[in-house]
């Protein structure tokens, strides 16, 4: 029987404060962001990446924001590709944001948005 889910459609992210988040995202990562996409009500954002969307939500937070594990790949997140590691860790770097490599030993990373939500980058030379 073929899968009754086609593809992955998009991830919600809760963050405090759109703007901020906009800066992150836009601004630090180059997503750009979906001006069509419905207001639904509440502050917040839908980000372009490839087919696929973040919606960022504008809502309190039922999460902590303490304790979370300090590397990402020990917490939920979400993963992207990216075709060079060495320019992201510069933006990182220049932006003054933590991360730590992957433990696998693959040339990936982790980091934290401003609201704490855990992101894994894996290199992926030429996009494939």
Known sequence: MPPLVDEFHHASLIVADTGRALDFYCGL??????????????PGAWLNLGRQQIHLLQLPTPDPLQGRP??????????????????????????????????????????????????????VPGGD
């Open 29 to 42: 990562l180059g997503l750009s962001q979906d001006e069509s996409r419905p207001d639904l009500g509440y």
């Open 70 to 123: 300090a590397h990402g790949g020990r917490d939920r997140h979400l993963a992207f590709r990216v075709r060079s590691l060495d320019h992201l860790v510069a933006a990182l770097e220049e932006a003054g944001i933590d991360y730590s490599l992957s433990r696998s030993g693959r040339r990936a990373l982790f980091c934290r948005d401003p609201d704490q939500n855990a992101l894994e980058f894996i290199e």
